[in-house]
């Protein structure tokens, strides 16, 4: 027997021994747990199926940063706001004030991003086996490595095909599983060793495996504010994931006609949204990107500074324009971010 077939049957003896006589991936595929939705409080009604209440949405090459870390691409959006308890408003300041549903959307998340979601929201729990991951992209391929905790750090590296399931959730399929650098993928098949016998990641974040696939609800692992939508379409490359959003049976019209000059914007019409100390009813909010050169950077935690450091005017339909600078040019401004890159302008 060659050495490197020793190798790798010494690794999949390791795994097959740490598995504490887990169920087998011949065996059967563990079922997949959905994740029931919170209720609200007592005594509280959610405002969600209140179109009235709704404060209709639309945004365009926006770079929305949802959290620190975290920003997802957003190349155009149609939705709307929704209150999270009737009688209060949706408050930007409040991210859990409000959910954002999507009707039609395509939004993409760089690997930087996804990185973040997976250690801090996904895999960010006591005792998680997974940790210190890292992904890429390999053509149409992802590319995840880390260590996975079993009494020691074994680092591993996983290729996967990535396709989006009927119900809205997204596959990463395996095609390649190396642990120590050794090849273990036709090793683990022949011990009846799988992932789900490894790694149990509780319920509510967003994730789940199925024999050898991981399973993820691109929206549940984000956090606050609460992001609704059906996820149709997912294409992996050029280092980031591409997806689109559709929910079915709704008809989806743009909500403001394309003006020259403001190619990146996000609007806010009717309902009620609040943000400082400011409340429009019967909103008519229009939010500009002060530099249309490049891609509106946008962070929901900041968005005050980038209102103070631009400016407004109000409309003779009582609404208001709101002209505001960049994110990254205010991080610039205060030394609080090394990269002095320029996004590129979508089409």
Same mark, same amino acid.
């Given at each position: 027997?060659?050495?490197?077939?020793?190798?790798?049957?010494?690794?999949?003896?390791?795994?097959?021994?740490?598995?504490?006589?887990?169920?087998?991936?011949?065996?059967?595929?563990?079922?997949? =747990? =959905?994740?029931?939705?919170?209720?609200?409080?007592?005594?509280?009604?959610?405002?969600?199926?209140?179109?009235?209440?709704?404060?209709?949405?639309?945004?365009?090459?926006?770079?929305?940063?949802?959290?620190?870390?975290?920003?997802?691409?957003? &190349?155009?959006? #149609?939705?709307?706001?929704?209150?999270? /308890?009737? @009688?209060?408003?949706?408050?930007?300041?409040?991210?859990?004030?409000?959910?954002?549903?999507?009707?039609?959307?395509?939004?993409?998340?760089?690997?930087?991003?996804?990185?973040?979601?997976? +250690?801090?929201? /996904?895999?960010? $729990?006591? @005792?998680?086996?997974?940790? !210190?991951?890292?992904?890429?992209?390999?053509?149409?391929?992802?590319?995840?490595?880390?260590?996975?905790? !079993?009494?020691?750090?074994?680092?591993?590296?996983?290729?996967?095909?990535?396709?989006?399931?009927?119900?809205? #959730?997204?596959?990463?399929?395996?095609?390649? /599983?190396?642990?120590?650098? /050794? @090849?273990?993928?036709?090793?683990?098949?022949?011990?009846?060793?799988?992932?789900?016998?490894?790694? !149990?990641?509780? &319920?509510?974040?967003?994730?789940?495996?199925?024999? +050898?696939?991981?399973?993820?609800?691109?929206?549940?692992?984000?956090?606050?504010?609460?992001? #609704?939508?059906?996820?149709?379409?997912?294409?992996?490359?050029?280092?980031?994931?591409?997806?689109?959003?559709?929910?079915?049976?709704?008809?989806?019209?743009?909500? =403001?006609?394309?003006?020259?000059?403001?190619?990146?914007?996000?609007?806010?019409?009717?309902?009620?949204?609040?943000?400082?100390?400011?409340?429009?009813?019967?909103?008519?909010?229009?939010?500009?990107?002060?530099?249309?050169?490049?891609?509106?950077?946008?962070?929901?935690?900041?968005?005050?500074?980038?209102?103070?450091?631009? $400016?407004? !005017?109000?409309?003779?339909?009582?609404?208001?324009?709101?002209?505001?600078?960049?994110?990254?040019?205010?991080?610039?401004? &205060?030394?609080?971010?090394?990269?002095?890159?320029?996004?590129?302008?979508?089409?």
């Amino acid at each position: 027997m060659r050495a490197a077939q020793v190798t790798r049957l010494a690794v999949a003896l390791s795994l097959a021994a740490a598995l504490d006589h887990g169920p087998s991936m011949a065996q059967r595929s563990t079922p997949v =747990r =959905r994740v029931a939705p919170v209720a609200p409080p007592a005594g509280t009604v959610r405002a969600d199926d209140r179109a009235s209440d709704a404060v209709e949405a639309e945004m365009r090459h926006v770079d929305f940063h949802i959290d620190s870390g975290i920003v997802l691409q957003i &190349a155009r959006l #149609r939705g709307s706001l929704s209150a999270s /308890v009737a @009688g209060a408003p949706a408050t930007l300041d409040d991210k859990q004030s409000f959910s954002l549903t999507m009707h039609s959307a395509e939004i993409a998340i760089d690997m930087s991003s996804l990185a973040v979601l997976l +250690n801090r929201h /996904v895999f960010g $729990y006591p @005792g998680a086996r997974l940790r !210190k991951i890292r992904v890429r992209t390999e053509g149409n391929h992802l590319v995840q490595s880390g260590v996975l905790r !079993k009494g020691i750090e074994l680092p591993f590296r996983i290729r996967a095909t990535v396709t989006a399931m009927p119900d809205g #959730r997204i596959r990463l399929h395996p095609t390649s /599983v190396r642990v120590l650098g /050794v @090849g273990v993928t036709n090793a683990m098949k022949f011990f009846g060793v799988s992932l789900n016998s490894l790694v !149990k990641i509780p &319920a509510g974040r967003g994730a789940s495996i199925d024999a +050898n696939d991981f399973l993820l609800d691109p929206l549940a692992i984000l956090p606050p504010p609460r992001i #609704r939508g059906h996820l149709t379409g997912i294409a992996v490359g050029d280092g980031e994931i591409r997806q689109t959003f559709r929910a079915p049976g709704v008809n989806v019209t743009p909500l =403001r006609a394309p003006a020259a000059g403001t190619p990146n914007y996000m609007y806010f019409r009717h309902g009620t949204l609040r943000f400082g100390k400011l409340t429009m009813t019967n909103a008519d909010l229009l939010i500009v990107d002060a530099d249309p050169g490049n891609t509106f950077d946008f962070s929901l935690d900041r968005y005050n500074d980038q209102l103070v450091a631009g $400016y407004s !005017k109000s409309t003779s339909a009582l609404g208001l324009v709101v002209h505001m600078p960049d994110f990254r040019t205010l991080r610039r401004k &205060a030394g609080l971010a090394a990269d002095s890159t320029t996004a590129p302008v979508r089409p």
